[in-house]
């Protein structure tokens, strides 16, 4: 019998090993953020919905809602921490949201993310009114699933639910 294995048979091997490996590690859970905005008595905010590590640096845009860039300055936090991130904004932009008003996203995340330190932020401002950084933040973990967070000046409230 021979030691040498032939090529074709160790690439066919390994592939076979990645197609039975590759969707355990690509495995996530859908997200679905429900954001209910105060009665603040002005035009639609601008919101950043958006992740951070363990360490509070800048994960992943999760959702802008206003669409005019040259006011994304004000949503300072995100601003910061994205920095010039052209893909943060890459098919998460949508309208504003009115005062009074309830909108949710919807995003797909990696297990991994859930349960590991990382956390959800929103930052917001209004036209003609004080910007609020990170206005609401919440643990990424199963044991906020379904649990309200309320937020320092437009957000009502934050909830999530994982599928």
């Not at 802008?64 to 098919?91: E, I, Q």
Request: charge should be positive.
């Amino acid at each position: 019998m021979s030691k040498h294995v032939s090529r074709p048979l160790i690439a066919s091997t390994v592939a076979a090993a990645c197609t039975l490996a590759l969707p355990a590690l690509a495995q996530g859970r859908q997200l679905t953020l429900t954001t209910q905005l105060k009665n603040y008595g002005g035009d639609g905010a601008y919101l950043a919905v958006y992740l951070t590590d363990s360490k509070g640096a800048y994960v992943r845009t999760l959702w802008v809602a206003g669409g005019k860039a040259k006011y994304y300055k004000h949503l300072t936090d995100w601003n910061r921490l994205s920095g010039s991130d052209a893909r943060r904004l890459a098919g998460v932009t949508g309208a504003s949201v009115g005062a009074g008003r309830t909108f949710k996203v919807t995003a797909d995340l990696a297990d991994a993310l859930i349960d590991a330190g990382y956390e959800i932020r929103i930052d917001a401002a209004a036209e003609d009114m004080r910007d609020s950084p990170s206005d609401v933040r919440m643990p990424l973990t199963s044991q906020s699933v379904g649990k309200s967070q309320t937020g320092k000046q437009y957000v009502q409230s934050l909830t999530y639910q994982l599928k």
